[in-house]
């Protein structure tokens, strides 16, 4: 604005307005362009994370898949008289857990340790008949193919089978009689006599 030798105030000059929009415009534009860089930026590390944990999720599944495979085949073995099982277990399952353990996926991932968990509770007294070990140990690595199966295929996972439910209520109850029969004799023991 421009006041003149009396006082009064004139309007700007066209030109002059035309320029103050014309550096607002440029100013808007560069800020809404920035942004939109950023926001396309973070939107694009962002796809590529997801990518990289499904490509690793996948090698993972896959890899455990592999070893639990391996495994029911050595349980054949055993069932047949072939193999001596014992020997052997140990590394196909740290390493399918291991495997699993990469996977992104935390519903398969708590899925498979409840699988794991009930194979290690063959080894536990009045869970398992010593007899019925080998089935045990064939039932439950079925169980963890059947999950790693349908996650690999992209398929929801499926519901335990009535023989792994069975199992884990048989896992459950032997583990709450020990815990009974422990705190019955820790009563014992700190009862004066």
Request: glycine share 6%.
């Amino acid at each position: 604005m421009r006041v003149d030798p009396v006082g009064m105030m004139t309007a700007m000059s066209p030109e002059i307005i035309a320029g103050w929009i014309a550096l607002i415009g440029v100013a808007v534009g560069a800020a809404l362009t920035m942004l939109g860089a950023y926001i396309q930026q973070r939107t694009q590390a962002k796809i590529a994370r997801q990518e990289r944990h499904e490509v690793q999720g996948l090698a993972s599944g896959k890899e455990a898949l592999n070893q639990l495979i391996e495994f029911r085949n050595v349980l054949a073995q055993e069932m047949d008289g072939s193999r001596d099982l014992l020997s052997s277990t140990g590394l196909w399952l740290v390493n399918a857990e291991r495997s699993v353990a990469l996977v992104p996926n935390a519903a398969l991932r708590n899925r498979m340790d409840t699988v794991f968990r009930t194979i290690n509770a063959r080894w536990t007294r009045g869970a398992v008949r010593v007899s019925a070990r080998l089935a045990w140990e064939v039932n439950t690595v079925v169980e963890g193919i059947d999950l790693l199966s349908a996650y690999l295929r992209g398929d929801p996972l499926p519901k335990p089978s009535p023989w792994f439910t069975e199992a884990l209520s048989k896992v459950a109850a032997e583990r709450l009689r020990r815990e009974a029969a422990d705190a019955q004799t820790d009563q014992g023991s700190s009862s004066p006599s």
